[in-house]
């Protein structure tokens, strides 16, 4: 049995932060990951560059049965800590979309700064590491197939679901169910929509296709890209609103997220009787998309010139264009889920150092928790905020 003062189950962002920042408290830890490498998901992260964190992270960011849980550890380690982080390390980011960070070469550069930082605070890390028990006795004590560890404390930083074939597992849920925690439900996040019948041939029709757009999910509304694809919808604004969406429902899509549609028509309508409505849509539109309208929408009437429509005619189909209703038949599932919805119940754990309540020196941090975050680098900033209070706690 080799002795620890911390073991951390799971070797992603939230493990790594949260292992060197308890090592540099002068604790001995060593991080135990099931896959042949360390960091995976930070590595196809953001098309290989790294969302790192977001300028604008704030609680409003994020989706939780507690939307208060997540205050005070993001308060405590903020978005500017970490770009301090980052700049310590002289790694080079730029800024994207609405305060997306991303680096400017490689997702590499933000592993190699988190295995710097293990390596300067003495941790040892373990892949290949697969787990088969763990008990507390008194301390916790890990039977794996290098051995067997033990510590006081012992950190679930295993993750969701998403991306099995990265080596996603239910583990950290099933082990937080042996120690008496509340799992809530889990489904897949910022995940892209399918479709079936007539909708899904038109998406086929369209795969490659994107435009500004707005989605709504319930009481949600994303305004981004949207990306037809082979299977339904994709792109920003349709990932944001998955996480949203409950099977069964509705999305309303807004194809002229900044355009009235209606008064669009109908000064046309007055401006230029002569022009084909699809004529005037293509204006604003991609044209593959027109033609999918046109065929959907005024298929009998596609050679009237606009002027020879009536105005409750082109005030119906500005209806559609600024609120085209669908159903999704689901989602592409955990297979390209960013994140997970759910965990382990925040109820569990306190705030300010994500150990558990009922169970001392047990600790949940990162996706595994009930805190998920929206696009564009909300979920890193959380783990990297959870493992701290964490760390600073243990």
Known sequence: MRNFDVIVLGGGAAGLMCAFAAGQRGRRVIVLESSNKIGKKILMSGGGRCNFTNLHCDPSRFISANPHFCISALQRYTQWDFVA????????????????????????????????????????????????????????????????????????????????????????????????????????????????????????????????????????????????????????????????????????????????????????????????????????????LVTELQNLCWPTTADKPIGDWPDAGLRQLAATLNGWTVRPAGTEGYRTAEVTLGGIDTNELSSKTMQCIRRPGLYCIGEVVDVTGHLGGFNFQWAWSSAQAAANAI
């Open 85 to 288: 982080l980052v700049e310590k390390h002289n790694i080079a980011y730029y800024e994207k979309t609405a305060g997306q960070l991303f680096c400017e070469r490689s997702s590499r550069d933000i592993l190699g700064m988190l295995e710097a930082e293990c390596d300067s605070a003495g941790v040892q890390i373990l892949t290949h590491c697969e787990v088969q028990a763990v008990r507390q006795p008194d301390d916790f004590e890990v039977a794996s197939n290098m051995g067997e560890f033990s510590a006081a404390a012992l950190v679930i930083a295993t993750g969701g679901l998403s991306i099995p074939k990265m080596g996603a597992s239910d583990f950290g849920y099933r082990l937080a169910r042996q120690f008496g925690l509340n799992v809530l439900d889990t489904r897949p996040g910022l995940v892209p929509f399918t479709f079936t019948g007539a909708i899904h041939e038109i998406t086929e029709r369209l795969s490659g296709v994107s435009l500004p757009a707005t989605v709504q999910a319930g009481q949600q509304t994303f305004a981004e890209d949207i990306l037809f694809t082979h299977r339904g919808l994709s792109g920003p604004a349709a990932l944001q609103a998955s996480s949203y969406w409950t099977p069964g429902e509705d999305i309303v899509i807004d194809l002229l997220p900044t355009t009235d549609a209606a008064a669009l028509l109908l000064h046309a309508k007055t401006n230029s009787r002569k022009t084909l409505l699809r004529s005037v849509l293509s204006e604003h539109l991609p044209k593959a």
